[in-house]
């Protein structure tokens, strides 16, 4: 450093002081009390934890076509992950087929094309559904890729109701942080309400929602604003499926939620615990949840892509290896570990394999698995919780006060670009150090074996799409789209309509065609 030397500021993310030591007085009362598997779970949602059954290991996965991706599954399944997670490019997030001009040069860039029943099918082909645990990072077509996954279900001979997985169906955060949304809040809304009610009885082992804090944290949020924001979004889900005539019993047992595993170890364990115990007092006390089912925050954690940096990427497998002990100190139900070289590429076979030995060596050779809650009564943990917990129901106290989270996305937005303003200087300024890139930084090329992806996919996709509109049934294409929107258009649940289309070979991009001349499209405000 050139000058006077600048040391670190010893704050937590959201800016409080981190003490040199903390002590018994830090401990808030009642918490020695409290035991894994009891309300408010602070100390974890089952009361044996890993001793019992470790974490689902569920890489996530997804790149061109889906019989290319198929080879990763059967690559990750084979090293020994234990549960599936479906990466998707961006024009099936917002809708679109891969021939669509919109989708040029986008199609299976950031994930998996999937565009009808039949690319449902090879993207599971030789894959028993009913043997696995699959998540779907997927928000505004969450419904439809639902209704591929149970069509290809029946198909493999497997009943709804003996499938097991998540599907995100989060669109509130995408309005917050993200930006793959297509209809306005409202409509979308009840797209998210139609599948909590239909999965009730048809998959009740499914979890119809992932509430993700993760891409909020991505965006530059704090500790603190990822748990009020993620549990604001997962109050107003809850209020919305009520006024839909749910009772709360009877759908918030399949709710689950998605965070981010950022690089503080101690802040991010107490980061999950004063999650866990303010969502059980949010749905025991708002809600009137008696079922404890209702009251536990069940989530999948992963590691922080954002603190992926490109410069010596080897770096990378240490940073995740500590925000994987995060997540599994902090008590997670399923880890997806990122890959060294994701800040340069889509990741090698090679890096994927390293970041999954790296869930497998913590959890068979670290012993931390073998006790519940191991940081339980920690001091600085104890505290940390505490402030976060309180800190989190201020924020959502603010929200509320602005209507819910529906209301309030503009002043979320805020909150995170200030909360990634303030990061960013503090990298400049060199108070925050990021090893290799403002510190101990190396002039070393990046590496030469990059995974490549195949340049012909786009155009391979679109043929195979025009292939299946000649040979598909058109009449019962056509009378399954217009059931679709007359539905849209009234009060019926969508879900058994979309499983008609999709069996009918109706594309992705037409279903989202006709539900935008019903619900419109979502134009965001320019000023908050």
Not at 208 to 216: E, F, N, P, W
Request: hydrophobic content about 40%; aromatic content about 8%; charged content about 25%.
């Amino acid at each position: 450093m050139s000058g006077q030397e600048r040391k670190p500021e010893r704050t937590t993310s959201w800016g409080t002081e981190r003490r040199r030591v903390y002590g018994p007085a830090d401990v808030p009362p009642g918490v020695a009390d409290e035991m894994p598997g009891k309300y408010p779970f602070t100390r974890g949602v089952h009361e044996a934890m890993y001793r019992s059954r470790l974490w689902t290991m569920r890489q996530y996965a997804g790149f061109g076509s889906a019989a290319e991706t198929n080879k990763r599954y059967r690559f990750l399944l084979e090293q020994g992950q234990t549960g599936l997670s479906v990466a998707f490019d961006l024009p099936t997030q917002m809708g679109h087929d891969p021939d669509a001009p919109i989708a040029l040069g986008e199609t299976g860039k950031v994930g998996v094309s999937i565009a009808a029943l039949d690319d449902m099918a090879d993207l599971f082909e030789g894959i028993p559904l009913e043997r696995v645990s699959t998540s779907m990072t997927i928000n505004a077509t969450a419904a439809i890729l639902l209704a591929l996954y149970v069509a290809v279900a029946r198909r493999q001979g497997v009943a709804p109701e003996r499938l097991v997985g998540t599907t995100q169906n989060d669109i509130l955060k995408e309005y917050i942080a993200r930006g793959t949304y297509i209809f306005p809040p409202a409509p979308s809304m009840r797209l998210v309400t139609d599948v909590f009610a239909w999965c009730k009885d048809a998959v009740p082992r499914w979890n119809t929602i992932s509430i993700s804090g993760y891409h909020m944290r991505e965006a530059g949020c704090t500790a603190v604003q990822e748990v009020a924001f993620t549990l604001a979004n997962g109050s107003a889900y809850v209020q919305a499926a009520r006024e839909a005539g749910l009772e709360v019993d009877a759908f918030a047992p399949q709710l689950s939620f998605f965070f981010n595993a950022h690089n503080d170890l101690v802040e991010e364990v107490a980061k999950f615990r004063a999650a866990r115990r303010l969502w059980a007092r949010i749905m025991r006390e708002r809600f009137g949840a008696r079922d404890p089912r209702s009251q536990m925050l069940r989530f999948h954690a992963q590691t922080a892509g954002s603190m992926l940096t490109a410069q010596q990427p080897e770096n990378n497998i240490v940073r995740v290896t500590v925000q994987a002990l995060a997540a599994i100190l902090g008590g997670c139900q399923s880890l997806h570990t990122n890959s060294m070289d994701e800040a340069l590429a889509l990741p090698s076979e090679h890096a994927v394999r390293i970041a999954l030995r790296t869930q497998q060596v913590l959890a068979h050779e670290s012993g931390v698995a073998d006790t519940v809650d191991p940081l339980g009564g920690a001091f600085a943990v104890e505290r940390l919780t505490r402030e976060i917990e309180d800190a989190a129901e201020a924020y959502i106290q603010a929200i509320d006060e602005r209507g819910g989270s529906v209301a309030a996305i503009g002043y979320m937005q805020r909150e995170i670009q200030d909360a990634a303003y303030r990061w960013q200087r503090e990298v400049e300024d060199k108070t925050r150090v990021v090893v290799g890139v403002n510190e101990f930084v190396t002039d070393d090329p990046p590496p030469g074996n990059l995974f490549q992806l195949d340049p012909g996919v786009a155009a391979a996709l679109g043929e195979r799409l025009a292939r299946l509109r000649r040979s598909r049934d058109a009449d019962r294409a056509r009378r399954a789209l217009d059931a679709l929107e007359a539905g849209a258009r009234g009060r019926a649940n969508l879900m058994p309509l979309l499983i008609d289309a999709v069996e009918a070979s109706v594309t992705l991009g037409e279903i989202c065609g006709r539900l935008r001349e019903v619900f419109g499209v979502h134009q965001p405000s320019v000023t908050f």
